[in-house]
């Protein structure tokens, strides 16, 4: 205590700028030898790769280059014929060095073994290897946008951004909406409706909000509206960081109505005037739908000045009661499994002698 009295005015503050230099120079180092470790396997796999096609070696050489190099570098991991295996397939997968110095090597080796085992086309490869440096993705992050097939939703919503919004501001908004969008960590009965599928976003807001994509803030659901005599409630209101825009969501548990459109453009004006403020862009609605049909959409959107955009999402659905009848609760789960206990250790107990 004495000590912390003696310090001279100003030394807390010094301590905390050298903590912070320290750590950001830690990162950068971490990054460094990231990027040298992915460049010194690319060119490994390179090598590999040359001499096989070049002087005809076998696949044999690979376990005898995984023994030798363990024998010179035993302290270093990475050099398992499984490793070097991934390697050449690295560089067959990337053959021009610039590609992977500019993007490759800004994220992990482990980010990129699950590119090469998870995703067949190389445009594909490449666009998530840069979302996963943009958002810095973990690679479970990484490998849960692959296999949601996050390509091929990514900027799908029919919308009138291009028509409503000036670019390059129409551009990044379209971006940013996917269809479909999974929710599949709801599980929900197929007759579940706006309410139930809304509690349900909110209960698994993470999960949720990891889906909408990077950007999003949430402000609020059921956000009230005092217009005239009236209370009106948004379902679920947003702020988009990079668009720097309110997001107005609303949540139908059906298809796509025409009317639909009417009432966000409604809300849409109702939140620039409550909650907008001057330097903010111009709010923008997304519907959430079970489904939609195109041309409708495209009717419903082609008059309105405000922008939004139509996408459907998809549910896990539960077990339908008929089902769900026909399999074992968990008490009866685990009185099986004490039940099985006892008959294995009543069949190792020793039989007496006669």
């Known amino acids: 205590m004495d000590e912390q009295l003696s310090q001279p005015a100003g030394y807390r503050k010094l301590l905390e700028d050298i903590k912070a230099r320290i ?46 190099l363990h024998l010179s570098f035993p302290e270093m991991k990475g050099l398992s014929p499984r490793n070097l295996k991934y390697m050449r397939a690295f560089a067959e997968a990337w053959p021009e060095e610039a590609i992977v110095q500019a993007a490759l090597a800004q994220i992990t080796w482990y980010h990129n073994l699950a590119l090469l085992e998870k995703v067949a086309v190389k445009e594909e490869r490449l666009w998530y290897a840069q979302q996963t440096i943009q958002h810095g993705w973990s690679r479970n992050v990484l490998v849960l946008q692959i296999e949601s097939g996050l390509y091929r939703r990514q900027g799908q919503a029919i919308s009138n951004f291009q028509s409503a919004l000036p670019k390059p501001q129409s551009d990044l908004a379209q971006q940013i909406l996917k269809d479909p969008y999974n929710f599949d960590f709801l599980t929900l009965d197929k007759d579940a409706r706006e309410r139930d599928i809304e509690r349900g976003l909110l209960d698994h807001l993470r999960q949720f909000l990891l889906e909408l994509g990077s950007g999003f803030a ?17 379902d679920l209101l947003f702020y988009h960081l990079k668009l720097r825009a309110f997001i ?15 009432k966000l453009n409604f809300y849409l ?48 659905e539960s077990l339908p009661e008929n089902l769900k009848s026909s399999l074992p609760s968990i008490e009866e789960l685990e009185s099986e499994l004490d039940q099985r206990r006892e008959d294995d250790a009543t069949s190792h107990e020793p039989s007496s002698g006669t």
């Open 269 to 316: 004006s109702a939140v620039d005037d409550l909650f907008r403020h001057p330097s903010d862009q111009p709010s923008i609605g997304l519907i959430l739908c079970r489904s939609k049909e195109g041309v409708v959409v495209e009717y419903a959107l082609r008059d309105i000045g405000k922008p939004m955009g139509i996408a459907e999402f998809r549910l896990t």
């Open 23 to 68: 750590q950001t120079a830690q990162v950068r180092a971490g990054l460094a030898v990231n990027r040298e470790l992915v460049l010194l396997y690319w060119s490994i796999g390179r090598e590999i790769l040359t001499r096989q096609d070049r002087e005809g070696w076998g696949a044999k050489v690979i376990d005898s280059l995984a023994r030798d």
């Open 218 to 234: 949430f402000v609020g659901s059921q956000v009230p509206l005092s217009i005239g005599k009236e209370d009106y409630r948004v």
């Open 248 to 262: 107005v969501a609303e949540v139908k548990s059906g298809p796509f109505r025409a009317e639909y459109a009417g």
